[in-house]
C-alpha cells in the first residue's frame, strides 16, 4: 500500500490529453514540492517535472504539473505513441522523514 | 554529462550480506544528495535511502532500516549501499539517484539499475 494514491492505470487516444492524479496527505503533498517520474518499458526512470510544475531541460511542454492541497496532477496533452509508460508521482513526506512514491499509473495509448 | 553507474548486484542467499556502489561522474558529486530506490520485478519504485552531500544524515525506508547502511566516499566520487541480512522481499532492481540542491528531493539523474536477487 503505497503513501501516494495513483489510478493503477489510464489510457488515452493520440491526440487527447490525459491527467493521472496522486493524493497524498498533509505531511507530504500539503507540506513539501511534487515529483513525477516517467518509465519507459524496460529503462530507468526520468524525471519529468519536478518543484510540482517545472520541466527539465528537454522534456516537451505537453506534459504538465499542478498540485493543490494534498493532491497532485500530471496533465499529458497531445498524446503520442511514445508516451506510453509508467508514471510516478512522488514527495518527501516531513512526519515519516522519508520519499514517498506513489504506486504507479500504467498509461496506454490506444 | 552526467553518468551514474551501479554494480555489486547478483545472487545471495537469504541472510547474507550485499554491497553495492554507484559511480558518479559528470557532475561535482560532493555538492548533491545522493538516493537509492528500488524495484521489485513487475513492481511500482520504492524509496530506500538517501543521504545529504557531506555524509552526515542518512534517512532510510523502514522496510530497510537497521539492515542497510547508505554511505559515500565524495573522494571516490561513489556511493555505496551496504545491506545485511538479506530477505527475499529485497529482490529488485536497485538505482542510484541524484538530488541536486534546492531540488525539492527531486531525483534528476537515475543509473542504469543493478539487479539484486535474494535467493531462500
Known amino acids: 500500500q503505497s503513501v501516494l494514491t495513483q489510478p493503477p492505470s489510464a489510457s488515452g487516444t493520440p491526440g487527447q490529453r490525459v491527467t493521472i492524479s496522486c493524493s497524498g496527505s498533509n505531511s507530504n503533498i500539503g507540506s513539501n514540492t511534487v515529483n513525477w517520474y516517467q518509465q519507459l518499458p524496460g529503462t530507468a526512470p526520468k524525471l519529468l517535472i519536478y518543484r510540482n510544475n517545472q520541466r527539465p531541460s528537454g522534456v516537451p511542454d505537453r506534459f504538465s504539473g499542478s498540485k493543490s492541497g494534498t493532491s497532485a496532477s500530471l496533465a499529458i496533452s497531445g498524446l503520442q505513441s511514445e508516451d506510453e509508460a509508467d508514471y510516478y508521482c512522488a514527495a518527501w513526506d516531513a512526519s515519516l522523514n522519508v520519499v514517498v512514491f506513489g504506486g504507479g499509473t500504467k498509461l496506454t495509448v490506444l | 554529462q552526467v553518468q551514474l553507474v551501479e554494480s555489486g548486484g547478483g545472487v545471495v542467499q537469504s541472510g547474507r550480506s550485499l554491497r553495492l556502489s554507484c559511480a558518479a561522474s559528470?557532475?561535482?558529486?560532493?555538492?548533491?544528495?545522493m538516493h537509492w530506490v528500488r524495484q521489485a520485478p513487475g513492481k511500482g519504485l520504492e524509496w530506500v535511502a538517501f543521504i545529504w552531500f557531506d555524509g552526515i544524515n542518512k534517512y532510510y525506508a523502514d522496510s530497510v532500516r537497521g539492515r542497510f547502511t547508505i554511505s559515500r566516499d565524495n573522494s571516490k566520487n561513489t556511493l555505496y549501499l551496504q545491506m545485511n541480512s538479506l530477505r527475499a522481499e529485497d529482490t529488485a532492481v536497485y538505482y542510484c539517484?541524484?538530488?541536486?540542491?534546492?531540488?525539492?528531493?527531486?531525483?534528476?539523474?537515475w543509473g542504469q539499475g543493478t539487479l539484486v536477487t535474494v535467493s531462500s
Open positions: 539517484a541524484t538530488d541536486p540542491p534546492s531540488s525539492g528531493y527531486a531525483l534528476d539523474y
Open positions: 559528470g557532475f561535482t558529486f560532493s555538492t548533491y544528495a
